[in-house]
């Protein structure tokens, strides 16, 4: 499977101001997907980022929150803007690919907001 | 509405014995169904899947099963190891759409 790394693992922001989390993939991939685990749940889907076009939200997600960016097939960023303490959750990059359509995920970007 | 449940929060298992990780789901339309397992501070790793066609699925320790009837899988590890204590996330995806979680269980292996 490819090899998903995603940058910072762990940071701690201010409310009120932004973080961007970046996801370099080790091959080209088509469907890239932001997902959230907040304290005690499960995972949701943010968005699907999609290659040289506006991402795809979820219901509850927009995209002025979470401006989401996919200049090629291996990198995407996103960010989460005007930070409040209900943010801090782990952010996580996917990638689906192989027969099935199995979905794989990066470590994890951990947000703490003050 | 949640349509992929783990009803059980939490599941202890000594060491050598077997363990059975539960999932139901609402959604006849999955055609597609995974199992995750996820260490803290680490993101979730793919264990093993199912399409719908199928009924059971192995890969060393680890078999799921799928009873369609019932909208019932179930991820069996045997012999279960310290090393398998982790949260376990069942998902499930109809015509190769989003992935939904369940809320996931935490495996303890009591060695």
């Known amino acids: 499977s490819a090899v998903i790394s995603q940058k910072p693992s762990r940071d701690i922001c201010q409310r009120g101001t932004s973080l961007t989390i970046q996801c370099q993939v080790d091959s080209q991939v088509t469907m890239m997907f932001w997902y959230r685990q907040q304290p005690g749940q499960s995972l949701t889907l943010i968005a699907t980022?999609?290659?040289?076009?506006?991402?795809?939200?979820e219901s509850g997600f927009v995209i002025d929150k979470f401006p989401i960016s996919r200049p090629n097939l291996t990198f995407s960023t996103l960010t989460v803007s005007n930070l409040s303490p209900e943010d801090s959750s782990i952010y996580l990059c996917?990638?689906?690919?192989?027969?099935?359509?199995?979905?794989?995920f990066g470590e994890g970007s951990w947000l703490t907001v003050v | 509405d949640q349509q992929v449940k783990q009803n059980s929060p939490s599941l202890s298992v000594q060491e050598g014995r077997i363990s059975i990780l539960n999932c139901d789901y609402t959604?006849?339309?999955?055609?597609?169904f995974l199992w995750y397992k996820k260490y803290p501070a680490e993101g979730p790793t793919f264990l093993i899947s199912i399409s719908s066609i199928k009924d059971k699925n192995e890969d060393g320790r680890f078999t799921v099963f799928l009873n369609k009837s019932a909208k019932h899988l179930s991820l069996h590890i045997v012999p279960s190891q310290p090393g398998d204590s982790a949260v376990y996330f069942c998902a499930a995806s109809a015509n190769g759409n989003k992935l939904v979680f369940g809320a996931g269980t935490i495996l303890r292996v009591k060695s």
């Open positions: 959604n006849s339309m999955f055609d597609y």
């Open positions: 980022a999609n290659q040289g076009s506006e991402a795809t939200y």
């Open positions: 996917s990638v689906m690919e192989g027969v099935g359509n199995t979905i794989y």
